[in-house]
């Protein structure tokens, strides 16, 4: 800031604080809160980062990126409902400090979108009130205010990224300018209804870091040739996915010495696994090894000023299947300026005479237009659609272009992922009735409320059929959080009739704080679900939300059961796991429901709609499994960093949980022994012995024992089991093939020598041997110092490598070498077990991984087991950072994807309430904000299936009534009959979930016996457990011969039960 301006009074942010100001004639009012965070946090310094809140963000933007975003100031001008979104997300996003513009005071309109204004903030300036509300966000980042002219050149150049949010385009051209030529990055930002527009101008040269984001990747070399250009194999284990114009350096490359530590070599693809990289011909001769690394090379571009971008438009394309509209809306967009600067207004919703008069004037700036930017036809029907709703005010659009606008704002301030270079346009011209009939206007009118700016596009009808709607929200995370604010925005079941479900099991965590924005540092260890159903209220004290904390699944049925989804009208799912979105979906499915479903990865973000009878159901298509890592990979021949943490994290189970968890039911369950000698291959061994050294060798009794349970545990891994395998498979060893053994993925490990002045060493003897003490009950200590000191009194017995030892190269010479134990060697495991009753009162305590707590040893076992077994087969290490992503399985998030992909769902929310039924009208959608990269897709239609002449799909199903007339229930033998008689199908088998209730084989006695009996009878007894009373219905497969004897393929039986 300027000195005339930081030299004002400040406001303390909160909802307490009192605006004291002075006026000036330059500046007439700003505001700002202090720069000492509140709320417990550190003061914010430049370069160091609080990793606890912005971890997740982390995995997104990287430390340097991040260490940018901290220097930045950003302006926001227009606090309407995308400005807020927009100023909401870049505080999230930890910036050094925003700054809100706006002279506009609350109109009832912005309430449609503006989740920071209440009702009785109309007529307050809009800035002002949201202040405080968005400095709570992010205790970081100091918020200020600014009531005063736009264009004053010594208030612009303090802030490195300017933004502008419904701004009049003559305001636009004057900042851009002065940006511009001041080296300012520009985000111009606008909606307008079911339209939106963003632009980018990052100066005349910017340079990107890092164009996508992804990590690079590396493949194992098998051959370089000496030629012009150099061809380089990869070994063929998997694609080296690597790209034409990539940058790639090598190491580890034997014989061809000078490809060692060269500058980054542009390649050429020349199929999944060679590439050509420059001249070798001159270069020694390869003999073998080297891994090839993809290099990020900083690229430099550059941006037209708006001026001449206006004339001379690039377009980011969103929606192919709409190639044209970009051009068409920047020529409309523009005569909307020119409409709004003319009349004073926007057109009036749905009026034709405004939108005839828009037409003219779209018609008017395309015949004055420069060649790159006129058309040769103009859309007029687009135009006057612009017009019908260009006075709305969306939730969902703002939610979805304050996302991306945020996300460029990021890119600005960081040099983080590819721009947009520099137009890009959006509309859901989908979400408007199907029918095309003309809207009444009056149903269109402003009625002095908050849905003001959402009636103006679709009227006051479908405004109280949303109020009636009841929805079933699953999960209260980042998503949950940013549907919760859309619903309360839009009006979904705030009215008579209507309710929103949520529930969320988890309680909030700080992490959770950089994206969850319904949540606040003071809600940390309280339930998600409960406080963002309160957090909503206050976004909109009409909206009816009930908070749940179950877990959605055949445990809670009885809570969700026939009576709670028969009343819903749909569903949104905001899950973080594929277990929980399956059941879900198959939920919707059964009781035909829609099911919104969405999630994010990073900077990627999909959507897909779920419409009963219209199309395939989430179930329907899946992701290939992840590709796991080979068994003997993990345990003797990892070649990469994610080998070691999977292999650490292995241990920290096997070393810290499992063993608790055998010896608690040893001691509790009788039974324990004798399940366990019925397990197969080698594990009744593995895990007596886990007992034995759990009860006898290894169990401590001091801090002393864990301190040297942990040096004995760091030698057998490190050293011992190391020079067993050198032992086995020296370094000069050749395979059958006369090949060397070790080389392509197998790298060749060295023992280490335990070094108690080595900071890892102790590390890793400190994290084991405190968990040890914990899983004993035993206290531990932080005491380095002492630790050594008992470290180097101790004497590890001397290790001698064993003949006769047998290690398994391949998972397939495990799996062939598979014995069963020896009887006589399980009886003398049991015999040295100390009974049960002779432990009386002791017990063990298992160990949860749990990633996010730094105080509790966990990744510090992980991290420096993980990093030493990487020195032994010299891998290069990953830090706590890396290592907490790869090890804690953490998802990447940021605030902008989250708030894009939800937008895209809100429009979808539209079409379902309002009953689509055309295929096309719906959108599936991936996003990739870092490329920027957009697709939209009609959703799949289910496939069709046919028995005799009857076509079915997922949806359809055989209603049964189990009520026979004479008031008693099916019997197994009616049902066969009634399938018999009414569809001419015979039953060959029967089931229900994993219990076969009857098939064709079955033994006549047993079938005899059970043809008789009611069908919940058999239910009941097949699967031992009673129907439970909330249940009204059984789901039953069948397996079904036509009449011709051809097997054939039916819909399931929804068995209604009497």
């Known amino acids: 800031m300027s000195g005339s301006l930081s030299s004002k009074k400040r406001r303390v942010s909160g909802p307490d604080s009192t605006l004291e100001s002075h006026c000036f004639p330059a500046y007439p009012v700003m505001s700002e809160v202090p720069s000492e965070p509140t709320n417990g946090m550190q003061k914010s310094i430049e370069t160091v980062i609080d990793e606890g809140l912005y971890s997740r963000q982390l995995y997104v933007l990287g430390h340097e990126a991040m260490k940018h975003l901290q220097t930045s100031s950003v302006l926001v001008s227009g606090l309407q409902g995308l400005g807020v979104e927009i100023a909401k997300n870049i505080i999230l996003g930890g910036v050094k400090a925003v700054t809100l513009h706006d002279q506009g005071t609350a ?171 420059c001249d070798t011909s001159s270069f020694s001769e390869y003999i073998r090894g080297g891994i090839v690394s993809q290099v990020k090379v900083p690229k430099k571009i550059s941006f037209k000023s708006l001026v001449v971008s206006l004339a001379e438009p690039d377009f980011v394309i969103t929606d192919f299947a709409k190639y044209s509209r970009p051009a068409q809306l920047h020529i409309g967009f523009q005569a909307l300026h020119r409409f709004c600067s003319q009349y004073n207004r926007s057109p009036r919703p749905h009026n034709e005479e405004d939108a005839a008069e828009l037409v003219i004037l779209a018609q008017t700036l395309n015949s004055e237009a420069l060649p790159p930017g006129q058309q040769d036809i103009l859309d007029e029907d687009l135009i006057r659609k612009l017009a019908y709703v260009a006075a709305g005010n969306l939730a969902p659009i703002n939610a979805f272009i304050g996302g991306l606008a945020a996300q460029e704002v990021m890119k600005a301030c960081s040099g983080k992922f590819m721009p947009i270079m520099q137009w890009l346009y959006f509309d859901a011209l989908e979400c408007l009735p199907e029918n095309k009939a003309a809207f009444m206007e009056d149903k269109c009118l402003p009625h002095q409320n908050r849905y003001d700016g959402q009636v103006a596009v679709f009227g006051s009808d479908l405004q109280e059929k949303l109020g009636k709607q009841k929805y079933f929200l699953v999960g209260a995370g980042a998503i949950g959080c940013e549907l919760l604010k859309n619903f309360a925005m839009i009006g979904l079941g705030c009215g008579e009739g209507g309710n929103i479900t949520v529930t969320d099991m988890d309680t909030i965590e700080k992490s959770n704080l950089n994206r969850q924005f319904l949540f606040r540092p003071w809600d940390v260890t309280k339930l998600k679900s409960d406080v963002a159903a309160a957090s909503v209220r206050q976004i909109n004290p009409h909206v009816r939300v009930i908070s749940h904390q179950n877990r959605v699944g055949p445990d809670t049925e009885c809570i969700y059961n026939d009576d709670f989804y028969e009343n819903l009208d749909g569903v949104a799912n905001a899950l973080d796991n594929v277990d929980a979105r399956l059941y879900m979906d198959r939920r919707c499915v059964y009781y035909r429901k829609p099911l919104l479903e969405s999630g994010t990865l990073g900077t990627k973000g999909n959507v897909q709609v779920v419409i009963p009878f219209l199309t395939e159901s989430y179930n329907s298509s899946q992701d290939p499994p992840e590709k796991s890592i080979p068994i003997c990979t993990l345990k003797n021949f990892p070649n990469a960093i994610e080998h070691t943490l999977k292999w650490a994290r292995d241990e920290f189970e096997g070393l810290f949980k499992h063993p608790a968890e055998n010896v608690n039911q040893y001691l509790t369950d009788p039974k324990f022994v004798e399940r366990t000698l019925q397990l197969g291959g080698t594990q009744p061994v593995e895990v007596l012995q886990a007992l034995q050294r759990s009860l006898v060798l290894q169990r401590p009794y001091t801090w002393a024992d864990c301190v040297t349970w942990a040096c004995y545990h760091w030698h057998t891994q490190y050293s011992n089991n190391i020079r067993q395998l050198l032992h086995n498979f020296p370094p000069n060893q050749l395979t059958s093939s006369g090949a060397p053994f070790w080389s392509g993925p197998k790298r060749c490990p060295h023992p280490l020598i335990f070094d108690v002045n080595n900071t890892l060493h102790l590390d890793y003897v400190m994290a084991a041997a405190n968990l040890f003490a914990q899983m004993y009950g035993l206290m531990g200590s932080q005491d380095r110092p002492a630790v050594a000191t008992l470290l180097q009194s101790l004497q590890v017995p001397e290790f001698i490598p064993k003949s006769g030892v047998r290690i398994h190269v391949s998972d397939q010479e495990l799996q062939s070498a598979s014995v069963s134990p020896d009887d006589s060697h399980l009886e003398e495991l049991k015999a040295v077990l100390p009974s049960p009753d002779k432990l009386s009162g002791f017990k063990m305590y298992p160990i949860n991984f749990e990633k996010d707590d730094d105080s509790n040893f966990h990744m510090d076992f992980i991290v420096a087991a993980s990093n030493l077994r990487a020195e032994n087969y010299d891998i290069p290490p990953a830090d706590r950072h890396k290592s907490k992503l790869i090890a804690g399985k953490i998802i990447p998030a940021i605030a902008t994807t989250t708030s894009a992909v939800v937008g895209l769902v809100c429009l979808e929310l539209y079409k379902v309430v309002q009953g689509h039924q055309q295929l096309e009208s719906y959108k599936n959608s991936f996003m990739n904000l870092a490329l920027p990269f957009f697709s939209f897709s009609e959703p799949v239609a289910p496939p069709h299936h046919q028995y005799y002449n009857q076509e079915w799909t997922l949806w359809d199903r055989f209603d049964v009534h189990g009520l026979q007339p004479n008031g008693e229930e099916m019997t197994l033998r009616q049902f066969l009959e009634y399938f018999k008689t009414e569809h001419k199908l015979e039953i060959t088998m029967l089931s229900q979930g994993v219990s076969m209730l009857y098939s064709f084989f079955m033994p006549a006695s047993k079938l005899k016996e059970r043809l008789d009996q009611p069908m919940t009878e058999i239910v009941s007894c097949v699967s031992k457990r009673k129907v439970g009373h909330h249940v009204r219905a059984l789901v039953l497969e069948l397996c079904c011969n036509s009449e011709s004897g051809e097997d054939i393929e039916v819909p399931y039986v929804r068995y209604i039960i009497p």
């Open 107 to 277: 109109q009832w309109a912005d309430l449609s979108s503006q989740y920071y204004l209440r009702e009785e903030d109309i007529g307050k300036n809009r800035a002002e009130v949201s202040q405080p509300r968005l400095a709570e966000l992010n205790s970081y980042v100091p918020v200020s205010t600014y009531t005063g002219p736009l264009f004053v050149e010594d208030f612009l150049r303090d802030f490195q990224v300017v933004v502008l949010t419904n701004t009049p385009l003559e305001d636009q051209l004057q900042v851009g300018e002065f940006c511009h030529n001041h080296g300012i990055k520009l985000v111009v930002a606008d909606t307008r209804g079911l339209f939106g527009q963003l632009f980018c101008d990052f100066g005349k040269e910017m340079i990107v870091m890092d164009s996508n984001g992804e990590q690079p990747l590396s493949a194992m070399v098998s051959m370089v040739t000496k030629d012009n250009p150099g061809i380089v194999t990869c070994l063929d284990e998997t694609r080296h996915g690597f790209e034409s114009g990539d940058f790639v350096s090598f190491t580890e490359v034997q014989g061809m010495n000078e490809l060692n530590g060269i500058h980054p070599l542009e390649i050429k693809v020349l199929g999944p696994y060679t590439f050509s990289i």
